[in-house]
């Protein structure tokens, strides 16, 4: 490589840096940039209209077919928003345009009032403060569920200081309560290969949670549970609400009706209806496309 090309890498490592620090209000004023005046303390998202994600007439186009078709949607701090909707209807693609991995071609994608998402890319968004659990499980097999919670937290630091890394009391503190929180306290020592389905999505969520993420992206997380595991997926997750903002997709309803408070329900990329799951349930659209008569 020549010394021009590692100049540039290196100016982009600091622009990067500098542009998540800036969104985390952790400037060199000390935050005093944040937009519209307001002051934002270092590392918090301006939650001051009440909204931690807001999406506006959002469109994402495949090779000519709209799989996200103008979609708005509005999610409160602490809220547990669940996403129903037909297969193919733009669940799992609007997890993609939160986080990063899918660009739309038109609207606007916030996180609080000031941090545009769409200027920041996967890694920068995941940094940001949100965290998102794929369907299948991706834990490290051959390590004990203590590694995997520790290395969750060695990782999201990067990788070289990862080497020298040592919890402190704190992370410490944080991962013992983890470790209760998603019913795993008996089983620190195992491997995570041994674990059964439902326990390694458990604890996938702890890992994500050792990151304190401000929300939680959940695409269908009781896929593949027993029923008892499903249980015990909608008690973690009333105990993750209001700590964290959560937004749930699931075809699985009776376990939509165990934590739902209020539902979207997404057909053709757009949102179709929108109330209680008592409401949704009895909107003859919904009927007509997804629950059937
Ligand atoms: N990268 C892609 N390239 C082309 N088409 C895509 C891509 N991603 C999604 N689609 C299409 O967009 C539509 C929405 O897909 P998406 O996966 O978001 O649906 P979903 O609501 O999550 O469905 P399911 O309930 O089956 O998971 C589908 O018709 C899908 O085939
Ligand atoms: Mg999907």
Not at 44 to 67: P, Q
């Amino acid at each position: 490589m020549t010394p021009d090309l590692l100049e540039q890498g290196a100016q982009r490592v600091a622009e990067h840096a500098a542009k998540v620090a800036a969104a985390q209000g952790k400037t060199e004023s000390g935050g005093r940039n944040a937009g519209f005046g307001r002051v934002a303390k270092a590392g918090e998202v301006d939650v001051t209209h009440g909204r931690i994600l807001y999406l506006e007439d959002v469109c994402v186009s495949f090779d000519g077919f709209k799989a996200i078709n103008n979609l708005s949607l509005d999610i409160a701090p602490g809220e547990l928003r669940c996403i129903i909707g037909p297969n193919g209807a733009g669940k799992t693609t609007l997890m993609d345009i939160i986080t990063g991995k899918t660009r739309p071609d038109s609207g606007s994608v916030f996180f609080g009032s000031t941090i545009d998402l769409l200027r920041y890319n996967e890694p920068e968004i995941a940094q940001l403060g949100i965290g998102r659990k794929f369907q299948k499980p991706t834990v490290f097999e051959q390590l004990s569920v203590f590694e995997n919670l520790e290395l969750a937290l060695k990782t999201h630091k990067g990788v070289l200081p990862s080497m020298r890394f040592k919890l402190d009391s704190a992370q410490s503190d944080h991962l013992a309560e983890l470790l209760h929180t998603i019913h795993l306290a008996d089983s620190v020592t195992r491997n995570a290969g041994n674990l059964s389905h439902g326990q390694k999505q458990w604890l996938e969520i702890g890992m994500l949670l050792m990151q304190h993420p401000k929300l939680l992206l959940l695409d269908e997380p009781v896929a593949g549970m027993t029923d008892e595991e499903t249980v015990r997926t909608a008690e973690l997750f009333l105990t993750l609400k209001g700590k964290h903002s959560l937004v749930v997709v699931e075809h699985d309803m009776s376990f939509i009706r165990s934590i739902s408070e209020i539902v979207t329900v997404l057909c053709d990329g757009s949102v179709l209806a929108q109330g209680t799951l008592d409401q949704v349930q009895a909107d003859e659209r919904v009927i007509e496309v997804y629950l059937g008569r």
